[in-house]
């Protein structure tokens, strides 16, 4: 099984034992630091600017996007991150044979499934070996209640939206925080910026955030202040 950010196993992640299969989502240890990821990685200074940053976890997309990379552009910018920042593909509706043989290929991490996926699709690529975050598009508090049907490592909740499945720049209802506040295998997500993100951690104390289109110039391409000062906010 792939290691929790930051190198961490699921019994020393935040200080406490969480296992998605017995539903224990305890809360994170006061002496917890939130964990950050930049998605949407395509250029090989962008993923430095993010490494040298303190980023956690960088995305790299495989499903289509303006942001999209091939299998090789992707190997590229693996080759170029030190040691402990793990590497994500992001994924809509690919079949899990195929996420597991683009994960050897490039040396992912995790996958990142942002689409339709069952309960079924997640256990076979966590069965292949490979840590799995399922987003969760937010519509209200029935959208949370999604986590109970999947044995995933973490869940990101990102915005629903009809116009596409990630990178929005648009925000959920923030008020249904108070549902999963504290949850030690959250990531949040959409329309997470630099001057807002200190807001959203103080709001749901999450595992981790994640940033893509906020902090760029154009799709794909990311502004290295804008880089550095989510990653500087959000470590607090």
Same mark, same amino acid.
């Given at each position: 099984?792939?290691?929790?950010?930051? %190198?961490?196993?699921?019994?020393?992640?935040?200080?406490?034992?969480?296992?998605?299969?017995?539903?224990?989502?305890? #809360?994170?240890?006061? *002496?917890?630091?939130?964990? &950050?990821?930049? *998605?949407?990685?395509?250029?090989?200074?962008?993923?430095?600017?993010?490494?040298?940053?303190?980023?956690?976890?960088? !995305?790299?997309?495989?499903?289509?996007?303006?942001?999209?990379?091939?299998?090789?552009?992707?190997?590229?910018?693996?080759?170029?991150?030190?040691?402990?920042?793990?590497?994500?593909? #992001?994924?809509?509706?690919?079949?899990?044979?195929?996420?597991?043989?683009?994960?050897?290929?490039? %040396?992912?991490?995790?996958?990142?499934?942002? !689409?339709?996926?069952?309960?079924?699709?997640?256990?076979?690529?966590?069965?292949? !070996?490979?840590?799995?975050?399922?987003?969760?598009?937010?519509?209200?508090?029935?959208?949370?209640?999604?986590?109970?049907?999947?044995?995933?490592?973490?869940?990101?909740?990102?915005?629903?939206?009809?116009?596409?499945?990630?990178?929005? %720049?648009?925000?959920?209802?923030?008020?249904?925080?108070?549902?999963?506040?504290?949850?030690?295998?959250?990531?949040?997500?959409?329309?997470?910026?630099?001057?807002?993100?200190?807001?959203?951690?103080?709001?749901?104390?999450?595992?981790?955030?994640?940033?893509?289109?906020?902090?760029?110039?154009?799709?794909? /391409?990311?502004?290295?202040?804008?880089?550095?000062?989510? &990653?500087?906010?959000? /470590?607090?």
């Amino acid at each position: 099984m792939a290691r929790i950010f930051a %190198g961490t196993d699921r019994a020393e992640m935040a200080g406490v034992t969480l296992d998605s299969r017995s539903g224990d989502k305890r #809360v994170q240890s006061p *002496c917890y630091m939130v964990k &950050v990821k930049v *998605c949407g990685i395509k250029q090989l200074e962008d993923a430095r600017v993010a490494a040298d940053a303190g980023a956690d976890a960088i !995305g790299l997309v495989f499903a289509e996007s303006p942001r999209r990379v091939s299998a090789e552009r992707a190997r590229e910018i693996a080759s170029v991150l030190p040691d402990g920042v793990l590497k994500v593909g #992001v994924f809509v509706d690919e079949e899990p044979e195929e996420v597991l043989r683009l994960a050897r290929e490039v %040396g992912l991490d995790y996958a990142q499934l942002h !689409g339709d996926e069952g309960p079924e699709e997640v256990a076979e690529i966590r069965n292949g !070996g490979l840590g799995v975050i399922k987003a969760l598009r937010v519509r209200d508090a029935a959208s949370l209640g999604e986590m109970e049907r999947y044995d995933a490592d973490l869940f990101m909740l990102d915005s629903y939206s009809e116009k596409a499945r990630g990178g929005t %720049g648009e925000r959920f209802d923030w008020g249904l925080a108070k549902a999963v506040r504290g949850y030690a295998n959250i990531l949040v997500s959409g329309g997470l910026s630099p001057e807002n993100v200190r807001e959203a951690i103080e709001l749901f104390e999450p595992y981790g955030v994640d940033a893509s289109s906020s902090l760029e110039d154009v799709p794909g /391409k990311k502004n290295g202040e804008r880089v550095r000062r989510f &990653v500087r906010a959000a /470590k607090g």
